[in-house]
């Protein structure tokens, strides 16, 4: 393979490694209940109370962090909608880690996203687009996924659909241990916390959720932690503005590649 194909390659693995950061804190999986233990009676209606109010309200704005040990630190922002299928536009910005430097050599360190019903779709920027033949926008989708992310790819698709900030409450609802931290006050609003240990995906590790609820019972703030293969998993996210307008188009199939293409060409050449 030339060195330009390498580096390609190497666009393709680094964009793909960012697109499973994001989702890496979330999670569709809920235990049975006949495995649940122990949280009180208030709390766990509190929660579920929250869970509702805040699936109804099916958009938002968010802005969030993640940092996973040296390879990967990202901020993103912008609107989400859940209510069928995620949908939504954030921008993503590359601040650190192994990855972030990667896709700085070959030229960008921020992209636009969208979520769509079908793929999540990923503009690259002018810097690379020649390497695509002039198209700005990179298809992920999510029937692909288990193809191009090898055995957790169907994994990694439901995570991706599951972004919602009400999802983050149904993982503290399967917690044996979540309780009810205290009142806290969060950019200027006052907040209920709350706190459990939950399981992390393939129930191998587990990652401490936390969230803080406004008196309207929606999610102002939620942070998940953990440990990866690559080191410690942290995600701070705001929510804010529900209800807000979340349209979103998809690209233009004449400026769109597909990454599974993408990947079988440099293979092939």
């Known amino acids: 393979m030339t060195s330009t194909r390498v580096r390609r390659s190497a666009f393709w693995v680094a964009l793909l490694t960012a697109l499973t950061a994001l989702a890496a804190c979330t999670s569709t999986d809920r235990p049975d209940e006949a495995e649940r233990t122990g949280p009180a009676r208030a709390v766990t209606a509190a929660l579920r109370t929250v869970e509702r109010s805040t699936d109804r309200a099916e958009s938002a704005r968010v802005r969030s962090t993640t940092t996973i040990g040296s390879t990967l630190s990202m901020k993103a922002d912008g609107t989400l909608a859940w209510a069928d299928d995620l949908t939504g536009t954030l921008t993503i910005t590359y601040t650190g880690g192994t990855t972030a430097e990667a896709m700085r050599r070959l030229g960008t360190t921020s992209m636009e996203a969208r979520y ?97 609820v406004d008196g309207r019972n929606l999610l102002v703030k939620k942070v998940e932690q953990g440990r990866t293969a690559t080191g410690r998993l942290t995600q701070t996210a705001y929510y804010s503005d529900y209800g807000v307008k979340a349209r979103v188009e998809k690209p233009p199939a004449a400026d769109t590649a597909d990454l599974k293409e993408l990947l079988k060409g440099s293979a092939g050449r």
Do not use: C, N
Request: hydrophobic share 30%.
């Open 116 to 212: 769509l019903p079908d793929a999540y779709y990923a503009r690259i920027g002018e810097a690379f687009s020649a390497k695509t033949d002039g198209k700005h926008w990179i298809k992920y989708a999510y029937d692909d996924l288990d193809d191009l992310a090898g055995s957790s790819g169907a994994d990694l698709a439901a995570q991706m659909r599951g972004q919602a900030p009400h999802t983050s409450v149904q993982r503290l609802l399967s917690s044996t241990d979540v309780r009810k931290v205290g009142e806290e006050t969060v950019g200027g609003v006052r907040t209920t916390h709350y706190s459990g240990t939950v399981r992390a995906e393939g129930g191998t590790s587990e990652q401490t959720v936390d969230i803080w």
